[in-house]
């Protein structure tokens, strides 16, 4: 079955980077897009990037524009999402999600696997 | 960006009842709007996309319309396991956002 698992999160200073990856398995992972999704704390969904299949497609939410970057490995199975200039504002689990199609242009895919369960970046001095 | 509004923000209600939470977009976004379902602790699931179509495995008392601007979403019997919270995403433009969730809460 489906399956994305999360890493990368942890507490990182204010204005530092981090790198969260996203291990996938289960399906043809080269034939996706993927989104990056983020959660504050108590607070609702917030959508942050997207990728197409072959990684020659992004799209990013306005606050990610010039600040992460996302991107993708084919051949490890393995989507990313590298982060700069952390801060407050950026804490939040981030889950990754595989898309409906290959392009960016459909929607999260259905069923309770297609997210994964989500890593928590906590920026704090 | 994109504005998507839903409301309420929280709606009391109890098992059997007919629910309505309803998303305004900002502009115009014909119908490429998904609604999700989130339980705490858990990450979301898709119920709807493309505005009206229900995700396969998705309990047929789950349905959405609308188009352009105004779009609902209408759990037409309420059960047990509907208490969640619930939001709207478009996805007409490159940059996809979501609304600011309804908390469907017992009453």
């Known amino acids: 079955q489906v399956q994305l698992v999360e890493s990368g999160g942890g507490v990182v200073q204010p204005g530092r980077s981090l790198r969260l990856s996203c291990a996938a398995s289960?399906?043809?992972?080269?034939?996706?897009?993927m989104h990056w999704v983020r959660q504050a704390p108590g607070k609702g969904l917030e959508w942050v990037a997207v990728?197409?299949?072959?990684?020659?497609?992004?799209y990013y939410a306005e606050f990610a524009e010039g600040r992460f970057a996302i991107s993708r490995d084919n051949s490890k199975n393995t989507l990313y999402l590298q982060t700069h200039s952390l801060g407050a504002e950026d804490t939040a689990v981030y889950y990754c999600?595989?898309?409906?199609?290959?392009?960016?242009?459909?929607?999260?895919?259905?069923?309770?696997?297609?997210w994964g369960q989500g890593t928590l970046v906590t920026v704090s001095s | 960006d994109i504005q998507m509004t839903q409301s309420p923000s929280t709606l009391s209600a109890s098992v059997g009842d007919r629910v309505t939470i309803t998303c305004r977009a900002s502009?115009?976004?014909?119908?490429?709007l998904a609604w999700y379902q989130q339980k705490p602790g858990k990450a979301p699931k898709v119920l709807i996309y493309?505005?009206?179509s229900l995700e396969s495995g998705v309990p047929s008392r789950f349905s959405g319309s609308g188009s352009g601007t105004e779009f609902t979403l209408t759990i037409s019997s309420l059960q047990p396991d509907d208490f969640a919270t619930y939001y709207c995403?478009?996805?007409?433009?490159?940059?996809?956002?979501f609304g600011q969730g309804t908390k469907v809460e017992i009453k």
């Open positions: 995403q478009q996805y007409n433009s490159y940059s996809r956002t």
């Open positions: 289960g399906f043809t992972f080269s034939s996706y897009g």
């Open positions: 493309k505005a009206s």
């Open positions: 502009q115009s976004i014909s119908t490429w």
């Open positions: 990728i197409s299949y072959d990684g020659g497609n992004k």
């Open positions: 999600a595989k898309a409906s199609c290959s392009s960016t242009s459909c929607h999260i895919a259905g069923g309770d696997d297609s």
